[in-house]
């Protein structure tokens, strides 16, 4: 089937696409982060980058599901009107056969009907001649008036035969000329229907081919917003791996200023908690996971209208990491800088950054339902020592 020649709309798409990932190649992969919060950023930019190229590619995968649907049902269409026109045309060879049988019946009528009318013609005209002669001839021919009467009617009867084989000749060339009418009027009948059925037909393969020519569009497409979202995993690897080696750096950096008694880390900066926690989402109780339910590292806290309402620092401390986690989302990791630390996930907005000292009560980001999530919530975890513990342990 001839496939139709791409529009000028497919290009421009196309174009654009490609523009874009050129782009987003020439800033992102050009430019090189110096900073944690930097890294950071970025890291936030190219995860809303790749949720809006899954995204796209989501759509893009059930639009090509449709399109194929669609030609599979424009398919099955073709298939029954192609068969359809194999009726119809077997139906009027069929026709065509029986008007050439009885094309060939009239001409053998006609032919007949024509010998006997010349035989017909010869007798009248020699009959013509004789005139009274013949009559005369019969009469003095005639032994009596029966025998005279015999022969008259014998002659009658000869020319009344003539004429009545060449009645029944034509009564049966009309009959044939009048069934061939009728055969005429229904190959028309069927030419009519095959012609609507041509016609059909075309149409159907026009919209095959137009499905076709937009199948091949959107698998494009697809194939360029795939690569387009390679390339932002690609560079989301890189940037994990710079991001985790900083906040490694900014660890250990914090650990010995802790262990060296820098006075600008104690007290009022937040560094060492407390010791003593407090409930990290203020107005919400509700728990739809516990601490181990099925490995469970902490508690899910949830209930209605809780999306975007603040998280607070269930103790103070500093943020040894506040960004996108693939798991987490966007989440913050609190050092309380006594053996215990504190995480928050799947916010909706980050309310503090890597590196900042926040006190109890303080607070660090917005419930949302980011990262591997199945609704707003917030996930919470006590880790102490390096192992989680149940948080629930603390209140």
Same mark, same amino acid.
């Given at each position: ?8 709309p ?9 523009m ?5 190649t ?5 430019v ?6 930097? !890294?950071?950023? +970025?890291?936030? %930019?190219?995860?809303s980058?790749? @949720? ?5 590619? $989501?759509? *893009?995968?059930?639009?090509?599901a449709?399109?194929?649907?669609y ?50 013609k ?12 013949s ?11 029966m ?10 009867a ?7 084989l060449i009645?029944? !000749?034509?009564? +049966?060339?009309? %009959?044939?000329e009048d069934?061939? @009418? ?5 190959? $028309?009948? *069927?030419a009519a ?11 159907l ?9 937009v199948?091949?569009?959107l ?5 360029i917003?795939?690569g387009?979202?390679?390339?932002i ?6 940037n994990?791996a ?7 750096q ?7 200023e ?7 880390n104690?007290g ?15 107005g919400?109780t ?21 999306y975007?309402k ?16 693939d ?69």
């Open positions: 089937m001839q496939l139709l020649k791409k529009s000028a497919f290009y421009k798409r196309i174009v654009a696409l490609v874009s990932v050129m782009f987003f020439l800033t992102v992969f050009g090189g982060a110096q900073t944690l919060a930097e !890294l950071q950023a +970025q890291q936030s %930019e190219l995860q980058q790749k @949720d809006s190229v899954e995204a796209k590619l $989501e759509q *893009l995968k059930n639009d090509v449709q399109k194929q649907e030609m599979d049902e424009v398919y099955v269409q073709i298939d029954v009107v192609q068969q359809q026109l194999d009726v119809t045309r077997q139906e009027i060879d069929a026709l065509n056969l029986q008007i050439l049988e009885l094309e060939e019946s009239i001409a053998d009528k006609q032919a007949s009907i024509d010998e006997n009318f010349e035989l017909l010869e007798r009248i005209k020699a009959l013509y001649k004789q005139g009274e002669a009559t005369i001839a019969i009469i003095l021919n005639s032994r009596n008036l025998d005279f009467t015999e022969k008259s009617e014998i002659m009658r000869i020319t009344a035969h003539d004429k009545d009645d029944r !000749l034509t009564e +049966q060339l009309l %009959e044939i069934t061939l @009418d009728k055969i005429k009027e229904s190959k $028309e009948t *069927l229907k095959k012609k609507d059925l041509d016609d059909k037909s075309e149409e393969s026009g919209y095959y081919d137009e499905a076709y020519a199948l091949v569009e698998k494009g497409e697809q194939a917003a795939e387009h979202a390679h390339k995993g690609v560079e989301m690897g890189y994990e710079e991001i985790a080696e900083l906040e490694e900014i660890r250990k950096q914090l650990e010995a802790r262990k060296a008694g820098n006075s600008s104690v009022g900066s937040g560094y060492t908690g407390t010791g003593n926690f407090i409930w990290p989402m203020p919400y509700y728990i739809t996971c516990y601490y181990g339910s099925g490995g469970h590292r902490g508690i899910d806290v949830a209930g209605g209208g809780i975007g603040a998280i607070v620092a269930s103790d103070g401390g500093v943020v040894t990491y506040a960004g996108w986690n798991s987490y989302g966007y989440c913050v990791f609190i050092d309380h800088g006594n053996g215990y630390e504190t995480r928050y996930a799947h916010m909706s907005q980050l309310g503090t950054t890597t590196g900042s000292s926040v006190g109890q009560n303080e607070v660090i980001g917005y419930v949302g339902s980011t990262g591997n999530s199945t609704g707003p919530h917030l996930h919470f975890e006590v880790i102490r020592g390096g192992s989680t513990t149940n948080p629930m342990s603390y209140f």
